[in-house]
């Protein structure tokens, strides 16, 4: 009674917020900025949708099942490496659940996948003191000699310098001090910076690691090997340590620093995307694909990045079963594997399902964490009138907050289908504090709010299933 009087109180406060009419356009743009170009009209009603728009909001804000789910995922598995144990338990729990759940076509579609193993690591500065630094090494990174690496370290703030000190690195450790601007401009010295590095004759690499804040926290991530350059050592240090060692370096004090790590690759080993589906009453050829990935780093739990984004999915195919809401079209949830360090499961999906990738309808990706929802990326190459309708679904949305569409969006899973001509989006949140622990020790389940984790399922909810069922393909 307690759960059908909240779910009353909620739907409720969706109607009463839920605009009557369109909001007033935004001020128009500088006379410098080109005018947007007018969308055409939108084909959806969304008056049609009003009420099941509600109800889903009201039992997705009212209902703890993605909550519990990624607190089990986290604190019974953990963190899940492609390759490992781990992540094959992922896969296993995820499928029997799924079944629990009476879902359509529950399975496990084989995918191979890279075996990279961390071992033991550590950093210390060895000169002109001692010191133990915080560090990760790089997904991907070779493993040094058992006696480590010591040597010098120069440090630079951008690869221009990095060119200017030219042949003057060799034999050195390079250490990229670079402070975050974004995450796309910001993340070039994580994954190319060993190997510019290496070009010059260094013999290991340092990266500040890509985050705006840290309590002496390293961040992770890959690297990538240039073509014929040396595959040198890299690791992340935090700011705190980058910064120590500018300071030292700007004094010409001559820091030296000893790296050790057991980095290898294994051979590659068997892991799987886990699918499963809600199949539409009319048109089940046709497909909204909603999906995350189930591999993590091998650090922290993997909350929000990207258990958070496996169980929202994973939330909308049972949540609309639940509610007897079966739309047109087919929903598949998406579990993909090897996000993080090799993105073996999106290309393996679309090789699976390239026969039907036309059928694709639309793709939402959600790897951004799981705060609270602000609406959606909606493909820059989205025709005008998929956006038009997207933003008129959008409207659904406003009362709590998630109504608005930005101009691009995607996801490294649905990339491979996108570069196929599918039209992909992505869940957006309010990202402020995601890569203070990106990849990181402290990416925990206690990081994750139960409002905002209800929130970002409420969303991908609607969203999915109005594009599912409206009458007009998207």
């Not at 957006?428 to 402290?442: K, L, Q």
Request: proline share 7%; aromatic share 6%.
């Amino acid at each position: 009674m307690r759960r059908t009087f909240l779910l009353a109180l909620v739907t409720a406060l969706v109607f009463a917020q839920a605009p009557a009419q369109r909001r007033p356009a935004p001020p128009p743009a500088p006379a410098a900025t080109p005018t947007p170009q007018p969308l055409p009209p939108p084909r959806v009603r969304i008056a049609d949708y009003r009420e099941r728009a509600a109800r889903i909001i009201g039992a997705a804000l009212t209902d703890d099942t993605a909550y519990r789910r990624l607190a089990w995922l986290t604190d019974r598995i953990g963190h899940r490496l492609s390759g490992s144990e781990a992540l094959e338990r992922a896969v296993g729990w995820a499928l029997a659940e799924m079944k629990r759940d009476r879902l359509d076509n529950v399975r496990a579609e084989k995918v191979t996948v890279p075996h990279w193993v961390r071992g033991e690591e550590s950093l210390e500065l060895v000169e002109p003191s001692s010191l133990k630094l915080s560090m990760l090494g790089l997904g991907g990174s070779e493993g040094t000699p058992p006696e480590g690496i010591t040597a010098e370290a120069v440090v630079v703030r951008s690869f221009d310098e990095l060119e200017a000190l030219g042949e003057r690195v060799r034999g050195k450790v390079v250490v990229y001090n670079v402070p975050f601007t974004n995450y796309g401009q910001t993340v070039a010295y994580r994954g190319a910076g060993a190997s510019r590095a290496a070009r010059y004759g260094a013999v290991a690499a340092l990266v500040r690691s890509v985050t705006p804040v840290s309590l002496q926290t390293p961040h992770t991530g890959s690297l990538r090997y240039l073509e014929n350059t040396p595959r040198v050592p890299a690791a992340a240090v935090t700011i705190e340590g980058a910064e120590l060692l500018q300071r030292m370096y700007e004094r010409g004090e001559r820091p030296r620093v000893r790296l050790k790590m057991q980095a290898r690759f294994l051979p590659d080993a068997e892991s799987a995307n886990v699918v499963a589906e809600l199949k539409g009453r009319e048109r089940p050829e046709e497909v909204v694909l909603v999906g995350g990935h189930l591999d993590s780093w091998d650090v922290g739990q993997g909350a929000h990045d990207d258990g958070g984004g496996c169980v929202v999915s994973w939330e909308v195919v049972r949540l609309l079963k639940e509610l007897n809401l079966r739309p047109r079209r087919t929903i598949r949830v998406v579990l993909f594997t090897n996000e993080e360090n090799g993105l073996r499961g999106g290309s393996a999906y679309r090789d699976a399902h390239r026969a039907e990738v036309p059928n694709h309808v639309l793709a939402i990706e959600s790897d951004s964490g799981v705060y609270r929802p602000t609406g959606f990326g909606l493909s820059s190459r989205a025709s005008a009138q998929a956006r038009a309708d997207v933003r008129e679904i959008a409207r659904l949305l406003s009362g709590i907050r998630a109504d608005r569409i930005d101009p691009d969006g995607g996801g490294a899973d649905i990339g491979p289908i996108m570069a196929e001509g599918v039209t992909g989006a992505s869940l957006n949140v309010d990202g402020s504090h995601y890569f203070d622990i990106h990849h990181t020790h402290a990416d925990t389940f206690d990081k994750v709010s139960p409002q905002e984790l209800a929130a970002c399922v409420a969303a991908m909810a609607v969203m999915a299933y109005v594009v599912a069922d409206m009458p007009d393909r998207l």
